[in-house]
């Protein structure tokens, strides 16, 4: 009995898996939004959201999990042409180390702008994860769009990214 459990717990996990390495999440369309929250920690994340920021389609912008120790200047000049919604539009939040204290960074951020509409933008691989973390901590009244970066992660990101999803999901059964 045990061996038939644990072999429906690995064919479980292994199709698991194949559903989460094959079927990544994709860039969303330019639709508007009130706010758009990039997560550090990848290529491209802050390239996508200032492209959302120059279309016109938010206003806001937070950039969550930034080093204490970059200056928003600094950071703006590695952006061709993005002083100017450094000045104005884009918040930066230095107060998350993780997934998780993104995800109440982005709360605390989007109650203090009333944001009604949000666009969340990380990394193909990490969207279902910093999804579940986000859903947790934002009101239900307010809809977020998935805005995926593309990229071409290796088996191990995603051996690696599947785990922690599936650790996160059952900690929150049991209420971690």
Not at 143 to 170: C, G, H, I
Request: aromatic letters at 10%; proline letters at 3%.
């Amino acid at each position: 009995m045990i061996r038939r459990v644990l072999s429906f717990v690995l064919l479980v996990w292994a199709l698991g898996f194949a559903w989460f390495a094959l079927l990544l999440p994709q860039p969303a369309s330019m639709a508007k939004a009130d706010a758009v929250v990039v997560l550090t920690g990848g290529a491209n994340r802050i390239d996508r959201g200032l492209e959302i920021l120059k279309a016109g389609k938010s206003k806001k912008m937070l950039i969550s999990g930034v080093d204490r120790d970059v200056k928003p200047p600094e950071l703006a000049a590695q952006y061709a042409g993005s002083t100017k919604y450094f000045d104005c539009c884009i918040d930066l939040g230095f107060a998350s180390v993780d997934t998780r204290s993104n995800a109440l960074e982005t709360a605390r951020w989007a109650a203090k702008h009333k944001v009604k509409t949000l666009r969340l933008v990380t990394h193909d691989w990490h969207m279902r994860r910093a999804r579940f973390e986000l859903d947790r901590a934002l009101p239900s009244s307010i809809t977020v769009t998935n805005d995926a970066v593309s990229t071409q992660p290796t088996l191990r990101v995603l051996f690696k990214e599947y785990n922690k999803y599936w650790l996160r999901a059952v900690a929150g059964l049991v209420g971690i």
